[in-house]
């Protein structure tokens, strides 16, 4: 199917578990990002990607890793996760050649106990 | 880097009312700013966006005007309905940010039937 996917959908973890949130899209667009959206403060960018093997920080980058193999997959990893990582994650992709749209998955809520 | 502000972060209309939702932005070459609508439990999704060389852009009962000068924009929901109650988020991007949107942190809209 054509779009952007989101894996898992739900996920509960314990503190101090790795656990890998995983995105991937069919456009082939160049950009990607992981965004995380919690009460009172939007989306706030963590991590995005210009191309494969090409990755930078957002605002709130400290305590997940990425990394961008393929154009397509763009999965975003909690090494020790904590319960202030607890929030909902989107990831989005994007041509954005000279400002254009985003397209958002549909979320993966994580509950870090 | 770009700050975006946007007002206000609760709106609760009667059926049929128009609603409009303000956004101001920091940094002048900003030059694309987009609006998304976010309904509960999924992905942000564009509705409208503009362009910084047009003042004015309307899809239906949806509007959105811009004034460079005041570095402010506005989205305008005429007639609204029970199903345009949503979040919603305006963003900016440009070259000063390499086309890296900005976000607003939301507006939740409710349309009381």
């Known amino acids: 199917d054509a779009g952007i996917t989101q894996s898992p959908r739900y996920k509960i973890t314990e503190t101090g578990r790795q656990v890998t949130l995983m995105c991937h899209q069919t456009w082939s667009h160049s950009y990607m990002f992981w965004y995380r959206q919690d009460l009172g403060h939007g989306l706030r960018l963590i991590y995005y990607?210009?191309?494969?093997?090409?990755?930078d920080k957002g605002e709130v980058p400290d305590g997940y890793v990425v990394s961008r193999s393929k154009t397509e997959n763009f999965p975003l990893t909690l090494e020790s996760a904590t319960r202030s990582q607890t929030s909902v994650y989107f990831c989005a992709s994007s041509d954005l050649s000279g400002g254009s749209e985003q397209f958002f998955g549909p979320g993966t809520r994580l509950t870090v106990l | 880097g770009e700050n975006v502000e946007q007002h206000p972060s609760t709106l609760s209309v009667q059926e049929g009312d128009s609603a409009v939702i303000k956004c101001t932005y920091s940094d002048s070459a900003s030059n694309y700013f987009p609006w998304y609508k976010q309904e509960l439990g999924k992905g942000p999704q564009l509705i409208i966006d503009?362009?910084?060389?047009?003042g004015e852009k309307k899809d239906q009962r949806i509007a959105v005007t811009l004034n460079k000068t005041a570095k402010h924009f506005s989205l305008h929901i005429t007639e609204t309905q029970p199903e345009d109650s949503a979040v919603y988020f305006c963003?900016?991007?440009?070259?000063?940010?390499?086309?890296?949107?900005?976000f607003g942190r939301g507006t939740s809209l409710i349309v009381h039937p």
């Open positions: 963003a900016a991007s440009g070259p000063g940010g390499s086309y890296i949107p900005t």
């Open positions: 990607s210009a191309a494969a093997d090409i990755t």
């Open positions: 503009i362009r910084s060389n047009v």
